[in-house]
Structure formats: structure tokens, C-alpha cells
């Protein structure tokens, strides 16, 4: 069993990855929005796979039972047996163990699923598009977004391309040319290596001890933490 959760997915099953999200996905947004609510799912595995790299290179773990109805904004789609949950699930989970041994264990191997759109003009390359990747990653930033203020106070570089193609306005306002943009695009790879080192050096520092009830405030009042500022 263990085998085959961490099997990579064909690209036969990442286009059927990719065709359940979509189909689960508007199923989700026709149900919850012609009640008037907003969901915003993800639609496509290249916002997945930006989801869940940040999940996984962010502050603290986070548990599928968490992600995974995150995917719709918690309103999950309806299955109409326990093996289509079942399926998707195990797609998910693969992907996910796959993801993770890339960016901890054979770092080689870590390449985002961008989308590719058609060229422009006859005789040039597809164009990649990473700005579906990068809406996901910042999805992903956003489930634990309190935790990840620490790397936005110290090092917001590091998810420049993420917010930038993701929608987000630069701060000063100015955009960047088309030359800046495609270094911003091809650092992004090397930028999640980066954000994962930050979380794994915060890790290493030691933490400070959690003041207990009966303890000096720290705010230096000179009450109890209890009397103080626990309330």
C-alpha cells in the first residue's frame, strides 16, 4: 500500500487529476453559488500543485484533513459513491507524497506543473503560464497566513513571483518589464527551496518558554501573567 501511495502520477493520471478538479470544482460553485455564496475552488492541478507546495514548505504541518476541503473552500463537492471519494483521494495523496520527496528528499526532481498556453505568433515556443501555480501557492500561504507573517516581515523576496503573478500589486506600485518577468518566473523554483530553508532554520531556533499562569507578566507590569495579559 505505502508503495503505491508514493508512486508518482502518470501523465495519464494527472489529466484525470486535473478533469476531477474541474468537474468536482464547478459542481461546488453552481451548488454554493446559486445560493449567493463565494467559493473559488481550484480548478486545475498546476493551482493544486502550487497549493500544496506551499503547504508543505510552510511554517507547521498541515494534515490532508485540513488541505483537502480547502480545495473547495470547505464546502465539499457531493460523491455519488464512497469509490469516487476513494479515487480522488488516493490522487491527491500520491501527488502530495510525490511533491513532498521532491522537495525534501531528491530536490532534482521538483518541477512546478505549470500550464502551457498556445504561442503567440506561428514559429514561436508555448508560452508557460505560471500564474495559476502561483494563485495556489498563495492559497496555500493563506491557510496558515497568521504563522507565515514571520517570513513576510523578514523576507517578503521570497514570494515576490508568487504574489506578483498571482494578482497581488507590488508594493511602490510600479510593475516590472518583460525581461524582469521572466526572471521572476524562472526563479520561482528556486525560491520555494528557499522559502522551505527558512521554515527549517525557524524550527531550529530555540523557542522561548510559554509563560504560566502564575508567572510575572512579560509585559512588565508586575502582575501576574494571570492578572495581566492572559485575558
Known amino acids: 500500500m505505502q508503495e503505491v501511495q508514493m508512486a508518482p502520477l502518470s501523465e495519464a493520471e494527472i489529466d484525470e487529476l486535473n478533469q476531477l478538479l474541474f468537474d468536482y470544482s464547478e459542481q461546488v460553485e453552481e451548488t454554493h453559488g446559486s445560493q449567493g455564496q463565494e467559493v473559488d475552488c481550484v480548478f486545475s492541478i498546476s493551482e493544486l500543485d502550487g497549493?500544496?507546495?506551499?503547504?508543505?514548505?510552510?511554517?507547521?504541518?498541515?494534515?490532508?484533513?485540513?488541505?483537502?476541503?480547502?480545495?473547495?473552500?470547505?464546502?465539499?463537492?457531493?460523491?455519488?459513491s464512497e469509490a469516487e471519494l476513494q479515487q480522488l483521494t488516493d490522487l491527491l495523496i500520491r501527488h502530495m507524497n510525490a511533491l513532498a520527496d521532491s522537495l525534501f528528499e531528491n530536490p532534482?526532481?521538483?518541477?512546478?506543473?505549470?500550464?502551457?498556453?498556445?504561442?503567440?505568433?506561428?514559429?514561436?515556443?508555448?508560452?508557460?503560464?505560471?500564474?495559476?501555480?502561483?494563485?495556489?501557492?498563495?492559497?496555500?500561504?493563506?491557510?496558515?497566513?497568521?504563522?507565515?507573517?514571520?517570513?513576510?516581515?523578514?523576507?517578503?523576496?521570497?514570494?515576490?513571483?508568487?504574489?506578483?503573478?498571482?494578482?497581488?500589486?507590488?508594493?511602490?506600485?510600479?510593475q516590472p518589464g518583460k525581461e524582469d518577468l521572466e526572471v521572476l518566473r524562472e526563479s520561482i523554483p528556486d525560491l520555494v527551496f528557499a522559502?522551505?530553508?527558512?521554515?527549517?532554520?525557524?524550527?531550529?531556533?530555540?523557542?522561548?518558554?510559554?509563560?504560566?499562569?502564575?508567572?510575572?507578566?512579560?509585559?512588565?507590569?508586575?502582575?501576574?501573567f494571570k492578572q495581566c495579559c492572559l485575558h
Request: with cysteine.
Open 195 to 224: 522559502v522551505r530553508d527558512f521554515w527549517l532554520a525557524e524550527a531550529e531556533k530555540p523557542k522561548a518558554p510559554k509563560t504560566g499562569r502564575n508567572d510575572p507578566c512579560p509585559c512588565g507590569s508586575g502582575k501576574k
Open 108 to 174: 532534482d526532481n521538483f518541477a512546478p506543473i505549470y500550464e502551457i498556453g498556445d504561442a503567440e505568433d506561428d514559429g514561436e515556443e508555448e508560452q508557460i503560464i505560471v500564474d495559476e501555480w502561483c494563485y495556489g501557492y498563495m492559497r496555500g500561504v493563506e491557510l496558515h497566513e497568521k504563522d507565515w507573517q514571520v517570513l513576510l516581515d523578514q523576507q517578503p523576496e521570497l514570494l515576490t513571483p508568487m504574489l506578483l503573478f498571482s494578482g497581488f500589486e507590488l508594493d511602490g506600485g510600479e
Open 51 to 80: 497549493f500544496l507546495t506551499a503547504v508543505l514548505t510552510g511554517p507547521e504541518p498541515v494534515s490532508p484533513s485540513v488541505w483537502l476541503p480547502a480545495l473547495w473552500r470547505g464546502k465539499l463537492p457531493k460523491f455519488d
